[in-house]
Every structure is written in structure tokens, then in C-alpha cells.
């Protein structure tokens, strides 16, 4: 059964860190473009981070370019998102998701599977 799993959510202070892992079972991600969006209350999910698989090529939104860095590791079948100078803003439950080819988008209706979301809350 396909699965991916999000894990590394938490209570971080203005200014700190997390690292969230995405780790895939039943599949491999080689061939996956992964993404990782987000969904604050009240909000759409958007997306945050991507790396295709193709070339390992990534793309950010505009407000976490500079503070979040997305890495894959196919031996460990696991995506991860390293958030760093982390905002209040940022606080919002973390999804990671696959895409069945090879180039990576920001937009939620390209990926196939999801995993259940992982909470990241920013707050003093």
C-alpha cells in the first residue's frame, strides 16, 4: 500500500527551527516529484516547497525562499523540508505529497497521494 508518512512537527519560537521528514512506504520515490504544502485555518492548502525527480530541480514560494530548503534522499526513500528563521505566519498543519512524474509543481491538484499532515505551530 502506498503511504507517505510526515513526522518533525512541533512548537518552535519565533526564529527557530524544524526539520520535517516525509518518509514513502510501498512505492519508490525515485520517480515521485514531491511537494510540500501547508493549510493554516480558515485557508486553502498552499504550496511550499517542491523538488522534482527528474533533475532534482526545487522551487519555493516567495515568502520561504531563503528560510526553508527541501532535499531528498532516495536510499532513505524520505523527502525532507528544513525550515529555519521560522514566523508566526508559518503555523499551519504540513503535507507532504507525490506526483507520478517527474517535474515538480507548486499546485495541489498535480499530486496523486498525501500523506495525514503534521503540525507546525510558531508561537512565543
Known amino acids: 500500500q502506498l503511504q507517505l508518512v510526515e513526522s518533525g512537527g512541533g512548537l518552535v519560537q519565533p526564529g527557530g527551527s524544524l526539520r520535517l521528514d516525509c518518509a514513502a512506504s510501498?512505492?519508490?520515490?525515485?520517480?515521485?516529484?514531491i511537494g510540500w504544502f501547508r493549510q493554516a485555518p480558515g485557508k486553502e492548502r498552499e504550496g511550499v516547497s517542491c523538488?522534482?525527480?527528474?533533475?532534482?530541480?526545487?522551487y519555493y514560494k516567495d515568502s520561504v525562499k531563503g528560510r526553508f530548503t527541501i532535499s531528498r534522499d532516495n536510499a532513505k526513500n524520505t523527502v525532507y523540508l528544513q525550515m529555519n528563521s521560522l514566523k508566526p505566519d508559518d503555523t499551519a498543519v504540513y503535507y507532504c505529497?507525490?506526483?507520478?512524474?517527474?517535474?515538480?509543481?507548486?499546485?495541489?491538484?498535480?499530486?496523486?497521494?498525501w500523506g495525514q499532515g503534521t503540525q507546525v505551530t510558531v508561537s512565543s
Open positions: 510501498g512505492f519508490t520515490l525515485d520517480y515521485y516529484a
Open positions: 523538488i522534482s525527480s527528474s533533475d532534482g530541480s526545487t
Open positions: 505529497a507525490a506526483r507520478g512524474y517527474p517535474t515538480a509543481t507548486l499546485s495541489t491538484r498535480d499530486y496523486d497521494y
